[in-house]
């Protein structure tokens, strides 16, 4: 086939940027699809938020003070729906579009058009969900878990909240299939697989997970619409089903969900910590290695969500030792991150700030979670608010730190422009602060034998609660500084130049900044990536 | 090929901009929203019906923007290879859609369907709750949800009409696999033949499984709200006879193309993408057959 003139003259169109809604709406352009992911994120995260600071200023003292028990409980679910689906995990999403072809060299992801599809499905799926606040028997408050007979007995909110899960998984799926299908097909020549960046790395193992088990979910809530609607029995006894089926279900799908919300942060603190350490990155086949072993794990344990239903005693013991077996692989990477920074120069631009709040942070999570892993001391933390301090240890500190920390490290690549670095400090003090106050006495209040989801507690629990809702409001207007700071840095930051971190690593840092609207026109050479990819 | 002197083209592909994927959003909102008002007796159900059409238009409209640019040679080696991984990994996702259902059977089979009968700990379920419940499978639970006015119902037996029908759909995947060659061949009249006799037999695989449904809903008791069995039973066959119908349809779109000449021996990804995915439903199938129907 005579392909080779015609291919250079389709080119040639496409070179200069469109303009006006077009170049939006229409977007086959990585970066613009990023950008509109994490604009997205950043958007639903405050909505989230806000919906925390309703939560907690109710909990500020004991009894019934602002909100009504149902709308309370509408926060919780809708709270973590929000954040898990539509803060953290666009989040990735859109970090994975603006790096991984930066960082492989490759003009774009490689089906652009589908890329496209899987971001303009998110604001209609949350149209729909967001919609629930203003349904007859208002919005879902049965926990994002959707727990039948409960979840059942919602009102008009039941299919909304359903097919916006479904729009959400297919956006997920087509995401994910694009980001496997760029790593494998995409990669400059030269660029192995052992010498991918470790984000690319966490970031292909995600998606896999992604692929394996948002269908799962998509079928759980299938099965939660027909029985509603439909006169199916899955989950009801009387016709032979079982409640507890949809748990085991829902957490085949959720464990993993846990996995692909945190794996892309281990990518980015694997990024952050050689930079800022001037060292590479210690034991790089090991982390890549601990990675996949903790994607495969994540699908051998999720009945760990669930000890307290009942199962059998193999069960419950099968779960608690493979769950067990993911401090293994987690404890590599810790031990390598650390083993990364000994000796190292060590310099902490805020970047690095949130990367370490993250080490130190993330560690007490997995440890708490160690605890939770253990069947009878379960029994008594199970839907405590010792679990609610444990999720959010690994998912504030966790999964946020390390996206804040990522925009951060790589905002003068985007934007060809230096941010207010002294101002990301005191973002960060204030975070990494506000975050310890917030979180940390919910341990303490769990512990004690406060339960979560309820809108009002009994009076000893008031103190450690207090101090709860002071430190999330603090966290919350802080995280303010962050779109403004990254609003100041594109008007009017100082240039930033190609390698903005002296010792930085990676394709991406090898063009210029801000870095061309189509990334690797043509494959970098081998030069290029050797040194690139210099782990 | 032109491009032979290079292991990846020199040059990358990057698509235009497409006014498409926007379209498929909008279509796809609309279609929840009415079913979210149809569901909730609100008024504004019928916008599933401009949603589906807009939907079947995007899918027109895109899949002819991309065939027209491949055919126009604009893709290189790579992006075939794209669009392959891209295909190999939807249909991988579907794979695990099913799992979720022959899990949920699985599940409910062995684990749940005992239990509420009382073995082993769960003994109280017999002595206080249901004592004349027989945990036999096929079981529509111990309150005998659905069936006929007594709570019974009957299945369908394996081999009859779903033993036929696996007859079927394995010849179907033949018929593909022949006109995958004729078309490697060159064979044109052999290619669309072949395919011609797999997507008739796609239908008519379709039509039996509409006349074995009418069958168990007018005289076997067996519904969708017949217990456990009538939820696994049509919710699983209900999903791949959907997905046949989508992969008969896909037959006949690109037999309406090998009969306008395209594809040519060795660039016909459409084609190739279309036999997986027949392939997969003709999988799921065997699993249908033999843990639904047969075991």
Request: with cysteine; net charge neutral; aromatic share 16%.
């Amino acid at each position: 086939m005579a392909t080779h003139a015609h291919t250079d003259a389709v080119h040639d169109d496409h070179d200069h940027k469109p303009h006006g809604w077009r170049r939006w709406v229409f977007s086959t352009n990585h970066k613009d699809i990023g950008t509109m992911y994490l604009v997205f994120a950043c958007t639903m995260f405050f909505v989230g938020g806000t919906m925390a600071l309703i939560i907690r200023a109710e909990l500020f003292e004991p009894g019934l003070q602002f909100v009504d028990p149902q709308f309370f409980n509408s926060m919780t679910a809708m709270h973590a729906l929000v954040m898990i689906f539509g803060a953290i995990m666009p989040a990735w999403v859109g970090l994975a579009n603006w790096l991984i072809p930066m960082q492989i060299g490759a003009p774009d992801m490689a089906l652009p058009r589908l890329n496209n599809l899987s971001f303009w499905i998110l604001p209609f799926a949350f149209m729909l969900l967001l919609g629930t606040l203003f349904v007859p028997g208002g919005a879902p408050a049965g926990g994002w878990t959707m727990y039948p007979p409960l979840a059942l007995q919602a009102g008009d909110s039941f299919p909304m909240m359903i097919f916006a899960i479904h729009l959400m998984g297919a956006s997920s799926i087509l995401g994910a299939i694009n980001v496997v299908v760029t790593v494998m097909n995409m990669r400059a020549p030269g660029m192995n697989l052992l010498k991918m960046p470790l984000f690319v790395w966490t970031w292909l193992i995600t998606a896999y997970l992604l692929v394996a088990v948002m269908p799962v979910l998509a079928g759980a809530v299938t099965m939660l619409l027909t029985d509603h609607y439909f006169g199916t029995s899955f989950f009801a006894a009387s016709g032979g089903g079982d409640p507890v089926m949809f748990q085991h279900i829902f957490w085949f799908f959720g464990h993993p969900e846990v996995y692909i919300m945190i794996l892309p942060a281990f990518g980015v603190v694997s990024e952050i910590i050689p930079t800022f350490s001037r060292k590479p990155l210690f034991g790089y086949e090991s982390m890549v290695y601990a990675t996949a072993a903790i994607g495969f794990l994540s699908f051998i344990v999720w009945a760990h969500h669930m000890f307290t239903v009942g199962m059998p005693l193999a069960g419950q013991l099968f779960f608690m030792l493979a769950t067990m077996l993911i401090s293994v692989p987690t404890g590599v990477k810790i031990f390598n991150w650390c083993a990364t920074m000994t000796r190292g120069s060590l310099t902490f631009e805020p970047p690095m700030l949130f990367a370490l709040a993250f080490l130190f942070l993330f560690t007490i999570g997995g440890f708490s979670g160690l605890m939770l892993a253990i069947v009878p001391a379960d029994f008594q933390y199970q839907d405590s608010y010792f679990v609610v301090a444990h999720f959010h240890y690994v998912l504030v500190p966790g999964s946020l730190f390390a996206i804040v920390g990522a925009v951060y490290y790589w905002l003068p690549k985007w934007v060809g422009r230096m941010y207010d670095q002294k101002l990301a400090k005191v973002h960060f003090w204030l975070s990494a602060i506000f975050v310890n106050v917030l979180f940390f006495p919910q341990h303490f209040l769990g512990l004690a034998g406060m339960p979560r989801r309820i809108p009002d507690y009994a009076t000893q629990f008031a103190d450690w609660n207090m101090v709860s809702s002071i430190g999330a409001f603090g966290f919350g207007f802080s995280q303010l500084l962050l779109p403004y700071i990254i609003i100041k840095c594109v008007k009017s930051g100082a240039p930033a130049p190609a390698r903005a971190w002296d010792s930085a690593h990676g394709l991406e840092w090898e063009l210029p900044s801000p870095a061309p609207f189509h990334s690797w026109e043509t494959p970098p050479s081998a030069a290029v990536i050797a040194r690139g990819a210099e782990h | 090929m032109a491009t032979a002197h290079a292991p990846a083209a020199d040059k990358y592909y990057v698509p235009h901009g497409s006014h498409w994927p926007i379209v498929g959003s909008v279509s796809l909102f609309l279609v929840m929203a009415g079913a979210v008002a149809f569901l909730n007796d609100w008024a504004g159900g019928w916008a599933f019906i401009p949603g589906a059409l807009l939907l079947a238009t995007m899918f027109f409209g895109w899949f002819h923007d991309v065939i027209g640019e491949s055919r126009s040679g604009a893709y290189n080696h790579q992006v075939d290879r794209s669009f392959r991984m891209g295909m190999m990994w939807f249909i991988f996702s579907e794979v695990m859609f099913f799992a979720a259902f022959f899990g949920a059977l699985f599940y409910a089979r062995s684990l749940a369907v005992p239990w509420i009968g009382g073995e082993g700990v769960k003994v109280f379920n017999k002595l206080l709750l249901w004592p004349n419940y027989d945990p036999a499978w096929p079981t529509n639970g111990p309150a005998r949800i659905g069936g006929h006015e007594d709570g019974t119902f009957q299945i369908i037996p394996a081999f009859g009409l779903p033993a036929l029908n696996t007859a079927i759909l394995l010849t179907s995947g033949v018929t593909i696999t022949i006109a995958h060659h004729a078309l490697q061949a060159g064979k044109r009249t052999q290619l669309k033949i072949f395919l011609a006799a797999t997507f008739v037999l796609g239908f008519l695989f379709v039509g039996l499984q509409a006349e074995e449904y009418a069958h168990a809903y007018k005289e076997l008791g067996l519904r969708l709200s017949t217990g456990i069995y009538g939820s696994t039973f049509f919710m699983l066959t209900g999903f791949h006879g959907l997905h046949v119908t989508i992969g008969a349809i896909m037959l006949v779109i690109i037999w309406l193309r090998t009969l306008k000449g395209h594809f040519t021996p060795n660039n016909h990804f459409a084609f190739e993408g279309v036999a997986w995915y027949w392939h997969f439903v003709d999988v799921v199938w065997l699993g249908l057959f033999i843990f639904v129907y047969w075991i």
